[in-house]
């Protein structure tokens, strides 16, 4: 599975952005995807994340701003940031679990869960 974020970019607050994460691979559809987000010195914090079902979750801080989806067809997941804050500078990251059964030399034959990361976007917002 690979992942491409785009759509990153300077905004001032108030502002909006959409992220774009394309995702090879196949079964796109079958599986959760999600956002997560780091800023230097911190640990990297799930922003929101969208069920195969299409429910979605969000943490606190982004409920009514942002919106996660997903279009199974193009293999896409996108992030549309409204209303945004300083304190949504970061980097962000899009996010695949999948499922596998070897991993560094070990067979899992139950599987485990597996992430899957794309190189990051950074969304910087000005006071």
């Known amino acids: 599975v690979q992942l491409q974020a785009s759509g990153g970019g300077l905004v001032q607050a108030g502002g909006s952005l959409r992220l774009s994460c394309a995702t090879s691979g196949s079964a796109f559809s079958l599986y959760p995807m999600a956002w997560y987000r780091q800023v230097p010195g911190k640990q990297r914090e799930l922003v929101a994340q969208i069920a195969a079902g299409g429910s979605t979750n969000y943490t606190d801080s982004v409920k009514g701003r942002f919106t996660i989806s997903r279009d199974d067809a193009k293999n896409t997941l996108y992030l549309q940031m409204n209303i945004l804050k300083p304190e949504d500078s970061a980097v962000y990251y899009c996010?695949?679990?999948?499922?596998?059964?070897?991993?560094?030399?070990?067979?899992?034959?139950?599987?485990?869960?597996?992430?899957?990361w794309g190189q990051g976007t950074q969304v910087t917002v000005s006071s």
């Open positions: 996010n695949a679990r999948r499922p596998i059964t070897h991993h560094n030399g070990k067979y899992y034959p139950h599987g485990i869960d597996f992430d899957y």
